[in-house]
């Protein structure tokens, strides 16, 4: 009950498209979304974050899309580019002061 | 604004002896949260200290420990290594204050056992 859920593993895209990532969970008691952006050798960078309060949410070229009933959400990259080639993270928050929990992650590689 | 400072960033040991790692968090951050990032269990989360005082707490022997002082500092301590410690240590700070649950993490410590 306290997994989240990553897939695709790994997502080749070609420059200027559209990189999608989902993530899905069970515990109905996580209240916060962040997702990670992580390059080789570096720590993750919280790249965007939603709470169930709301289904969407932009920022730049990055957006989340949050499904409540389905308990999934998902990142969205537009116009990807190859500085955007590392690895995402997805991650969900309880009611348990600053724990996350995070997927498995999700290896991008944006082809020029 | 200073970020996340970790030492050392490099690190290696041998089986059976113990290290300590430590973690500056962001200027007026009280929460400091431990993980441990691994290619085959991804990142799993260690311990979380707020005010000086362990509020959360992961599914890691106790052989692994930690503290936090005063000042927000946090030491994460693992004795006994073992050879699957070997791992990326990341720390992440956070304001800690309910609604505000942002957690920057810091470029972290790779420990290798030997």
């Known amino acids: 009950q306290q997994q989240v859920k990553q897939s695709p593993q790994s997502l080749i895209v070609q420059k200027g498209g559209i990189s999608i990532i989902n993530c899905a969970y069970e515990?109905?008691?996580?209240?916060?979304f962040p997702w990670y952006q992580q390059f080789p050798g570096k720590g993750p960078a919280l790249l965007i974050a939603i709470r169930p309060d709301v289904s969407e949410k932009k920022e730049g070229r990055f957006t989340i899309s949050f499904n409540k009933s389905a308990k999934q959400f998902s990142l969205h990259i537009m116009d990807s580019q190859p500085g955007d080639s590392a690895t995402y993270f997805c991650a969900a928050r309880g009611n348990q002061g600053g724990k996350l929990i995070f997927g498995q992650g999700t290896e991008l590689s944006v082809k020029p | 604004k200073a970020g996340v400072t970790q030492t050392p960033r490099y690190l290696i040991k041998t089986r059976g002896q113990q290290v300590t790692l430590s973690c500056s968090p962001i200027?007026?951050?009280?929460?400091v949260s431990w993980y441990q990032q691994t290619p085959g269990q991804g990142l799993q989360f260690l311990f979380e200290y707020f005010s000086e005082t362990q509020r959360n707490k992961g599914n890691f022997p106790g052989r692994f420990s930690g503290r936090q002082f005063s000042n927000s500092r946090s030491e994460m301590n693992v004795s006994t290594l073992e050879l699957g410690d070997s791992a990326l240590y990341l720390c992440a700070s956070s304001p800690g204050s309910p609604g505000n649950t942002e957690a920057f993490f810091g470029q972290g410590t790779r420990l290798t056992v030997v």
């Open positions: 515990n109905t008691a996580f209240d916060y």
């Open positions: 200027s007026g951050h009280r929460s």
